[in-house]
């Protein structure tokens, strides 16, 4: 397989997880059950934190330190601008977070549904970064760090937790009047950030390839942002919150053994 199908191929994976999730409103009657929410959030959740770990800081502690640079500093500096670049959004982009009725960000006139799609949209944007970034990695200098297997287990992990992902903004848009048709359009279209935040990502590591560990722990902290900011309140909220703590605990079992085990 040549390097641009790789490329392409890695990129396609995390969205076609949102596709085929979107597409449970045509199989699924009603909106999805509080319980399997939870699970499903707290999946993701497990998910996220521990490709943040695998393979994005790691990676780029032993990029750093086998560039003979300080093995600590674009892990620390890149996650806190990643935390700092995600506060920005979320507290400038309009969005409504889900079992919530208070948007967030600046205020807005766009409707329920738009501002639903925009906080799944706003969390998609680091998933896409991080795949980007890996596979920019497998591409440049950074390929003895991070393998094509390395680099397709993040988008593999990425692809699984983004199916629930896809269910969970599409279920609820049929119970506030949207048709099935148009509920599956909103739940695609919040992940398509990804491939474009993947491009872009591997555009800006290519021009720029000595910084790839800040932009590896950048998307690090961008990710770790959405699970402590959104992933984790929501996936805890109300009764029965050890379900999604199950839930976070298998994500992050997979996650984990998808990175070691293909890494």
Not at 63 to 79: D, S
Request: cysteine-free; overall charge negative; charged content about 10%.
């Amino acid at each position: 397989m040549s390097d641009t199908l790789k490329v392409v191929v890695g990129i396609v994976i995390p969205l076609l997880g949102t596709t085929l999730g979107a597409a449970m409103v045509f199989f699924m009657k009603g909106e999805m059950k509080p319980k399997v929410q939870k699970v499903l959030l707290g999946f993701a959740s497990g998910v996220m934190i521990a490709a943040s770990v695998w393979s994005l800081l790691i990676p780029a502690i032993e990029m750093e330190e086998a560039a003979g640079g300080i093995a600590w500093l674009p892990a620390v500096v890149g996650f806190l601008i990643g935390v700092g670049f995600l506060l920005l959004l979320d507290s400038v982009i309009p969005h409504l977070h889900l079992n919530s009725d208070r948007p967030e960000g600046r205020p807005s006139k766009l409707g329920k549904s738009l501002m639903l799609m925009l906080a799944v949209t706003l969390h998609n944007i680091p998933e896409g970064m991080a795949v980007g970034v890996v596979l920019a990695g497998m591409l440049g200098s950074g390929g003895a760090v991070i393998s094509t297997a390395g680099a397709f287990a993040l988008a593999i992990g990425i692809a699984i937790q983004n199916f629930p992902e896809g269910a969970i903004i599409s279920m609820p848009l049929v119970g506030s009047g949207l048709s099935r048709r148009k509920a599956f359009h909103y739940g695609f279209l919040s992940g398509v950030v990804e491939p474009v935040g993947a491009i872009v990502t591997i555009l800006l590591t290519a021009l720029v390839t000595p910084i790839l560990p800040y932009i590896l722990s950048f998307a690090a902290g961008a990710m770790f942002y959405v699970v402590v900011e959104e992933l984790i309140p929501e996936a805890q909220a109300g009764e029965h919150s050890n379900i999604g703590t199950i839930g976070a605990a298998i994500g992050f079992a997979l996650m984990m053994m998808l990175d070691v085990a293909l890494g």
